[in-house]
């Protein structure tokens, strides 16, 4: 679609068409605040302003600052209707529940004001209905009148959790999201909440600079309301602050990351010495284990973007990706692909926004996506099967991975290789791209040791030389079966695990390396060449 040019006003104020603030991050520098942009298109007198927040009430205050007590401010909501937010409180009741009306009394309002309609997108979304097309015909009656009153100087802002741009708005509407509270404004928060609790007790002892700035790291992503309940509870917990309760705004991030239905959170358990091998990787990830932390920004340390983890079936992708986790002390979200894609016209769009926004809430946090190749299948026929929905997802998570400057550490793992779009891994999207291989000898006596520790035998008990050569071609998940039916075959008999049940487990196995032979051999002739091995 070809993008139009942006057009002045007759003050000389520069008007962009709402698809050009699609991608602000990519259109404008990053220290262009998106309220710097709000005073901006409302200077400009631009007629409609799509705002996407879940603050409906620091939004107002906001505007309200914005716009100083000369220029009148109305707000609408389906339950009070019309009411002047300056000046004094004027109630319009013919407006409460009926957005027509409300509009119709805005478009007649004096010049220079501005209304914020909450919550018009029900109006906005199909199946269209005579109410719906009411709505949004006359909101491009009053574009077209704007545009041809050019001195009206009033601004409809359309203020709601979602994005809803309707096809027939898209070049007439323009849109913002409003911030989340910065670090500086969450700092505000936390020093507000504890001098609130001071003034009603006994000041609680200063908290550490390290415990402040681990609690401040802890709300990015919450809302002003959210940072100051998770303040306030982290206070009242035993009367002070330390670094245990950082775990409690932790805890109301993940109360977030639940109700969205869009991200699981995987709960720690794993650790880098459940995985056997992958030395490689194991040296690669403990090198940045501070790679989030303050001294490596300062360093000038970039942040990291991810890992691909491919390479042969159940021999760790997904052990890593809980491991990298835990090893770093960072939250684990898992994006389940699937979930994304819904049944209504761009909201499979809206849902991958939403998952990327959830995830920088959590931030410093792991996106885990597994077998991404299965989420993004069909991307390259998407126009003729799906009408683009698959490749237009999958761009937007590009752009993200590319472009993201948020602490979130992208793990993606891959079973099929060849079935990954070649833009995915092109340099620049992930910092590294490692292969992980059927383990060797070495490997596989280690993943038996973990896997015999894990069920209370002692290693020393068994000749594990044997078992790793009577294991050739076996994968980690494999051997790990092998060791659970070898149990299983024990109990059976009324005794202990011994060498010959291990063994007899394993000789009734065929492994996968036999079973799809060519296959194996063929994935992991490209793994040797093209990626970085996980082995050392």
Same mark, same amino acid.
């Given at each position: 679609m070809t993008t139009p040019p942006p057009r002045r006003t007759p003050t000389g104020s520069l008007i962009m068409p709402a698809n050009v603030q699609q991608e602000p991050a990519r259109r404008r520098p990053n220290r262009h605040h998106q309220i710097d942009l709000l005073r901006t298109f409302i200077r400009a007198?631009? $007629? *409609? *302003?799509? =705002? =996407?927040?879940w603050e409906e009430r620091r939004f107002l205050e906001g505007l309200q600052s914005l716009l100083g007590p000369a220029r009148p401010l109305y707000h609408w909501t389906f339950t009070r209707g019309l009411v002047a937010v300056t000046g004094d409180r004027r109630v319009e009741p013919t407006t409460v529940g009926d957005p027509i009306a409300a509009l119709k009394f805005a478009m007649r309002s004096e010049s220079g004001t501005v209304v914020v309609f909450s919550d018009l997108h029900p109006w906005l979304e199909g199946p269209s209905t005579p109410e719906q097309t009411a709505v949004i015909r006359l909101l491009r009656d009053w574009y077209l009148d704007a545009r041809r009153l050019l001195d009206t100087e009033r601004t409809f802002i359309l203020l709601a959790p979602v994005l809803c741009v309707p096809r027939e708005l898209e070049k007439e509407m323009v849109v913002v999201d409003y911030p989340l509270p910065d670090r500086t404004t969450l700092e505000s928060i936390l020093q507000d909440v504890i001098a609130r609790q001071a003034a009603r007790t006994t000041p609680a002892p200063p908290i550490l600079p390290e415990v402040r700035d681990r609690l401040v790291d802890a709300a990015r992503g919450l809302t002003w309301d959210e940072a100051q309940n998770a303040f306030m509870a @982290?206070?009242?917990d035993n009367g002070q602050i330390d670094g245990r309760d950082v775990q409690l705004v932790v805890a109301e991030k993940q109360l977030i990351i639940r109700k969205s239905g869009l991200l699981d959170y995987i709960p720690p358990g794993t650790t880098l010495k459940d995985v056997g091998g992958l030395e490689n990787l194991k040296r690669w990830l403990e090198r940045r284990s501070r790679i989030f932390t303050r001294e490596a920004r300062e360093f000038g340390? $970039?942040?990291?973007?991810? =890992?691909?983890? +491919?390479?042969?079936?159940g021999c760790g992708k997904s052990l890593s990706a809980r491991a990298i986790a835990e090893h770093w002390a960072l939250p684990l979200l898992r994006l389940d692909v699937g979930k994304v894609f819904g049944g209504l016209v761009g909201s499979s769009e809206e849902n991958i926004r939403k998952a990327i926004r959830l !995830?920088? @809430?959590? !931030? $410093?946090?792991v996106l885990w996506l597994d077998e991404i190749e299965k989420g993004f299948a069909g991307t390259g026929s998407s126009g003729? &099967?799906?009408?683009? &929905? &698959? !490749? /237009?997802? %999958? @761009? +937007? %998570?590009? &752009?993200w991975l590319q472009e993201k400057t948020s602490r979130v550490f992208v793990v993606a793992t891959a079973n099929r290789i060849e079935a990954l779009p070649p833009e995915l891994l092109r340099k620049g999207r992930f910092d590294e791209i490692f292969f992980i291989d059927l383990p060797g000898g070495i490997e596989r006596g280690a993943i038996f040791d973990i896997h015999l520790r894990a069920r209370k035998r002692a290693p020393e008990a068994f000749d594990l030389g044997v078992l790793v050569a009577a294991s050739q071609g076996f994968s980690g998940a494999e051997i790990e079966q092998a060791v659970i039916e070898s149990l299983v075959d024990a109990f059976d008999q009324g005794i202990d695990l011994a060498q010959d049940h291990l063994l007899a487990a394993l000789r009734r196995t065929v492994p996968l390396s036999v079973t799809m032979k060519e296959s194996i051999a063929?994935? /992991?002739?490209?793994g040797r060449s093209r990626a970085v091995s996980a082995t050392g």
């Open positions: 007198c631009y $007629p *409609i *302003i799509s =705002v =996407v927040s @982290a206070l009242l340390i $970039p942040q990291p973007k991810g =890992v691909l983890l +491919t390479g042969v079936q !995830a920088e @809430a959590m !931030a $410093p946090c003729q &099967t799906d009408g683009g &929905t &698959t !490749a /237009r997802v %999958f @761009a +937007t %998570f590009l &752009t063929e994935l /992991r002739d490209w």
